[in-house]
């Protein structure tokens, strides 16, 4: 019952910060499901792939309310969506192979080295100038890889790559937000379905789970993200959203530097 409702909270945490500051879940649930998975004692050769592989679960079900709340104002390029699908797929499947034969220490690290990124990035507000439109569909689909693979390797939905490469391809800003909340269900899909079949059979899994997907948590986190967001999109028209947004920066500074040094 208490891990349940850490699970709880951390969804709770992850759908407000997702509605306040519109910051991807996969930042905060993964490293706090790899603290919670070594305190209850998980083998810790899987411990980070587990965190991985239920963070993207959870994307699966919480990315829907976001995709039709986008649609319903017409703000999604649904052409767009199926020109980055099929490399997206391909990419979640290959990036989720990858991790999963990486030791939980160097997985636990490109992690780290991605939320420093992502943290700079917040911290600097920099925002991304269209030069080019979009190349061939060949290019956009090595793009859609790689997007799918990075997202699947650390456990996000993506809209901290794929909104800069929209962006930076002349995409109005919140029509690249839009797509991406939907492009963020294929990346998360094909690499929940990838953690799930390369865990499949691991003897080291913990009970109630699936291949790397750890249903207790899975579950646990979308109950409570799902009815929270709302309350923090309510919240960003009333709190100093920019000043949170530095204070989390920081968080995410010194939350990837502690994962990187592991």
């Known amino acids: 019952m208490i891990d349940v409702l850490i699970y709880l909270t951390v969804g709770a945490a992850a759908g407000v910060l997702a509605g306040l500051l519109g910051v991807g879940g996969g930042l905060v649930i993964v490293p ?35 995709i039709r709340a986008h649609h319903r104002r017409g703000a999604v390029r649904w052409e767009l969506f199926r020109r980055l699908t099929p490399g997206i797929i391909i990419g979640g499947l290959v990036g989720a192979w990858l991790a999963s034969i990486l030791e939980t220490l160097w997985l636990q690290r490109i992690f780290g080295a991605f939320v420093i990124i992502a943290g700079l990035r917040m911290l600097l507000s920099s925002k991304v100038e269209g030069h080019n439109d979009l190349p061939s569909q060949l290019f956009v689909s090595a793009a859609g890889a790689v997007i799918g693979a990075i997202s699947a390797i650390v456990g ?41 079949i390369s865990g499949w059979g691991n003897s080291a899994l913990p009970g109630w789970s699936s291949g790397f997907l750890y249903w207790p948590a899975i579950f646990g986190v979308v109950a409570a993200s799902v009815l929270t967001v709302s309350f923090g999109a309510h919240l960003a028209h009333t709190l100093p959203v920019a000043t949170i947004k530095r204070v989390f920066a920081v968080l995410l500074l010194v939350v990837g530097a502690k994962l990187v040094i592991g």
């Open 156 to 196: 996000i939905g993506g809209g901290t790559l794929t909104v800069p490469y929209l962006a930076w391809h002349r995409i109005p800003v919140v029509n690249a937000v839009a797509t991406s909340s939907a492009v963020g269900l294929p990346i998360a899909l094909s690499g929940a379905v990838g953690f799930l």
């Open 32 to 66: 706090v499901l790899v603290y919670l998975f070594r305190t209850q004692g998980f083998d810790e050769s899987i411990v980070m792939h587990l965190a991985v592989g239920s963070s993207l679960a959870t994307i699966v079900a919480t990315s829907m309310g976001s």
